[in-house]
């Protein structure tokens, strides 16, 4: 309930001003298409009341209804109506009658598709009877040139406002989509790429390898890093330490890293990195220097908080079917490190361990 009413709130706010610009150069329309009628001083009246006092009354019951979505679909309902009054009051003059009824729908279609254009065109069918009825139709006047010149504001400058607005929507909601887009694609707890977003930058990153000759141009690894003895952390300090756990870690890779890599969360206490362009080497001396880092911080809630890396690391082999099998191997690394006595950095390559760099505290 509470989202419909910022929804209609936001499409009154919207409306007013449009409506005040449509319905002040409307009024300059029809009062050059009536004045030759001559028409009773009442209708000067309901005239100036309609382009002048009715945006404000119309905004500010919108404003303050329980449900101003459904109250400003009625007073567009009420613009219709009123606008194929007029129609009737000027005696169906072509041009303004034409251009009245045009804008009208142009703003209607803009508002609710089709659905609501031919709701609004109901409107106007039931304000031409009432208009009918109080205005009979004696004979349809020619268009004068004065009346022509009155209706070229509406016509030029109405359109005009109503693009601009649809226009801001249009990039409103196109940035909004991209916000949710890069959300669905982070991880919230670290602000790091999630699962699924890393994997797609993986495949990215070998389909790129591949695209090297064999000789070796292609340079780059993954790894796969793992918090030693986490569910510990969670059953002695809870879980909002291995929270905080968690984030530190994160924020470490995004300070360490250079501007290439792309670190995820894989999942639960399990990081991923792609290190495009490094040889198997650097890729180590990286990852060892973030685990001794790491291995150093303090955790002011927790002082006695120690926590510990084990990471895996695969260098690019162009033998490789798919990316699946470059994780496999960083995948395998891990392992290795985690069961050789963690906190440590293992390579694989070319499916098989050629070198094992341990590091321990």
């Known amino acids: 309930m509470q989202k419909t009413g910022r929804k209609g709130r936001t499409l009154a706010r919207r409306l007013y001003i449009s409506r005040i610009l449509g319905l002040t150069l409307g009024l300059v329309l029809v009062s050059a298409a009536l004045h030759p009628l001559e028409p009773a001083p009442w209708v000067w009246g309901f005239m100036l009341f309609n382009g002048l006092l009715w945006p404000h009354l119309s905004y500010w019951w919108a404003r303050h209804c329980r449900a101003p ?14 606008g194929g009054f007029w129609v009737a ?76 607005f649809c226009y801001r929507q249009a990039y409103a909601l196109g940035r909004q989509k991209r916000e949710l887009l890069a959300l669905s694609r982070t991880d919230s707890l ?39 003895h986490f569910k510990a ?25 250079r501007t290439a890599d792309v670190a995820g969360r894989y999942g639960g206490d399990e990081f991923c990195v792609i290190l495009p362009d490094l040889t198997l080497y650097n890729a180590v001396q990286a990852m060892d220097g973030l685990r001794e880092r790491f291995a150093t911080l303090s955790y002011e809630q927790n002082p006695a908080l120690k926590v510990s890396l084990s990471i895996g690391l695969a260098a690019f082999n162009p033998d490789y079917g798919d990316a699946t099998h470059w994780l496999n191997d960083a995948d395998q690394a891990l392992y290795e490190a985690k069961t050789g006595g963690r906190n440590r950095v293992t390579c694989y390559r070319n499916r098989q361990v050629l070198e094992e760099s341990v590091i321990s505290l």
């Open 190 to 228: 670290t602000g790091l790429l999630n699962h699924g977003a890393w994997k797609d930058r993986l495949n990215e990153e070998f389909q790129r390898c591949l695209r090297y000759p064999k000789d070796g141009a292609a340079r780059g690894a993954i790894a796969l890093i793992d918090i030693d």
């Open 69 to 82: 979505y459904h109250a400003e679909h009625l007073n567009l309902l009420i613009d219709a109506l009123l």
């Open 233 to 257: 952390i969670n059953d002695t300090y809870g879980h909002v330490a291995g929270d905080i756990v968690l984030r530190q870690l994160g924020k470490m890779l995004k300070q360490n890293l």
């Open 89 to 164: 009051a000027m005696q169906f003059n072509p041009l303004p009658a034409a251009v009245t009824l045009a804008m009208m729908a142009m703003n209607n279609v803009s508002i609710g598709g089709l659905r609501f254009l031919l709701i609004g065109a109901m409107a106007q069918a039931v304000g031409i009877v009432v208009g009918e009825m109080i205005f009979p139709l004696t004979s349809v006047p020619m268009t004068s040139p004065a009346q022509l010149y009155a209706c070229l504001p509406l016509l030029c400058l109405y359109p005009m406002a109503l693009g601009w």
